[in-house]
């Protein structure tokens, strides 16, 4: 951006997966004035890289002949799996453990077709119940797998600590520098300070928190997750979408021979990956196209996020689903913990990392469409790269502002999701949320 020093003030609104991986990226590039702003203390528990693990698959390499959608994709996960492997702040965190996709529905099952078409990686296909639980020690699955079909990857995927990778950043980029003002009202940005010329043309100067204080900056990162629709008018190129995960508790001798297991990831089912090393509780998320909180704004439909450490009941029901086809003795465990998980979708499920082009000074990086973990690392990149004014010309094309793509947008759109009944739900009208008997004390 114009007058973009390492002296200047820079102000990131969110400090969750991409706010820190932002932060952490300027300091290192050298940039002495980094301030963070998060409405919660760190780690957030409403951020959505807060959670035991995410799933990290590597790609081919990107090619000059690929699409562009091809090029993009390859490009970012080449970047992130460069730091995945090879940065030392970041690579224990990664577990190249493979990975399993599958589905039981037809037109599921056709995605995954899909998928191994596109893969040059070497993938097993899974056939019946004995070929799924030969994929792990004896005694892990134990299931059926009714109807279940896909292929194992057994090289070049696996799972992430993301809340380990979350918090290096986090003590990595304040040891460079970088400072945080988190929870209470201090940390939570109320609205974008912007300013207007006589000739109509905006600036931002910074950012109001719920405290009533200016923050100040040269230039502002709007980094809030699914959040971020709400501080700024995104002309509905963000649709805030919520997952549903669930923690089971197992033992410490179960935990032994459910370590180093590949990802099992039904695509119209859900997902497990081996329990945390630290509390062995296993993470179960189920699949589904989404839920959005539909309320009327200004006169207009919009999904609002809100926080909730409880699930929808009918969203158990499909974890127990999964758990009695692959794993039954562990169907009936009760859950300690549970949390509805909010992420940005746009239209095309690409990011959003572009300058805006109406307000001078202001990048946003936004719109992780469910796949802004394993690929932070490039996002950091990227978006100091638009910063700078250096991104990659094919990236650009593909991440820009892009508003001309959302008009009329169809919010209940399955956006090549599947699960459930294929629909969008609407939390609006959840009546039944989960008890969590014993929850444990994690946020
Ligand atoms: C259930 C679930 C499973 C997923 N699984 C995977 C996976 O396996 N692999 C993968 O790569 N990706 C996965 N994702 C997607 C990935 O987690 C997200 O794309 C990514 O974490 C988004 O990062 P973010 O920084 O945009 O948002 P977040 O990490 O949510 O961070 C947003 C931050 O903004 C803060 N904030 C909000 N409002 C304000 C405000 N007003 N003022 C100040 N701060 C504010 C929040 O406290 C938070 O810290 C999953 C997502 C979900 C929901």
Redesign the pocket.
């Known amino acids: 951006m114009d007058g973009l020093t390492h002296d200047s003030s820079i102000l990131i609104?969110?400090?969750?997966?991409?706010?820190c991986s932002i932060a952490l990226q300027l300091a290192r590039r050298g940039y002495r004035n980094i301030n963070v702003?998060?409405?919660?203390e760190f780690p957030?528990p409403?951020?959505?890289?807060n959670?035991i693990n995410?799933?990290?698959e590597e790609a081919n390499p990107p090619s000059e002949d690929d699409s562009d959608e091809n090029y993009m994709w390859n490009r970012i996960h080449q970047m992130s799996m460069h730091a995945w492997l090879n940065d030392d702040l970041l690579k224990p965190f990664y577990h190249s453990t493979g990975f399993i996709m599958a589905a039981c529905g037809d037109d599921a099952y056709k995605h995954v077709l899909e998928y191994a078409a596109e893969e040059k990686a070497e993938l097993v296909p899974l056939k019946t119940a004995d070929d799924f639980q030969k994929t792990m020690p004896k005694g892990v699955l134990t299931g059926s797998f009714p109807k279940w079909r896909g292929y194992w990857k057994k090289k070049g995927a696996g799972w992430l600590f993301a809340r380990g990778a979350l918090e290096a950043m986090h003590t990595e980029s304040i040891r460079l520098g970088a400072k945080y003002v988190t929870g209470g009202l201090q940390?939570?940005?109320d609205s974008l300070i912007i300013s207007s010329s006589a000739e109509d043309a905006r600036t931002i100067i910074g950012a109001k928190t719920a405290d009533g204080a200016d923050h100040k900056a040269d230039y502002t990162v709007l980094?809030?997750?699914?959040?971020s629709d709400?501080?700024l008018d995104f002309k509905k190129q963000l649709r805030p979408t919520?997952?549903?995960?669930a923690h089971l508790p197992m033992s410490i001798k179960e935990a032994r021979i459910w370590g180093d297991l590949p990802v099992l990831y039904g695509v119209d089912r859900g997902f497990f990956i081996e329990p945390d090393e630290e509390k062995h509780e296993l993470k179960i998320?189920d699949e589904h196209p989404g839920y959005c909180n539909f309320v009327e704004v200004d006169q207009e439909v919009r999904s609002v996020p809100f926080a909730r450490q409880q699930i929808p009941v009918d969203a158990e029901h499909r974890m127990r689903v999964l758990l009695a086809e692959t794993v039954p003795h562990l169907a009936d465990r009760p859950f300690n913990f549970a949390r509805i998980?909010?992420?940005?979708d746009t239209v095309d499920r690409f990011f959003l990392i572009d300058r805006h082009p109406e307000i001078s000074n202001l990048l946003v990086a936004?719109g992780?469409?469910?796949?802004?973990?394993?690929?932070?690392p490039a996002v950091g990149v990227i978006a100091v790269d638009a910063l700078e004014g250096v991104m990659e010309l094919r990236l650009q094309k593909m991440m820009k502002w892009r508003p001309e793509n959302a008009v009329g947008r169809d919010w209940c759109a399955t956006q090549n999701r599947f699960g459930a009944d294929g629909k969008i739900m609407d939390l609006s009208l959840v009546k039944d949320w989960t008890k969590i008997e014993k929850p444990n004390e994690r946020s």
Request: proline share 0%; aromatic share 8%.
């Open positions: 609104i969110g400090g969750g997966t991409w706010g702003l998060d409405a919660s957030s409403i951020a959505a890289g959670d995410k799933i990290a940390g939570k940005v980094a809030a997750g699914a959040n709400v501080l919520a997952w549903t995960l998320c998980c909010w992420d940005a936004v992780g469409s469910g796949h802004g973990f394993m690929t932070n």
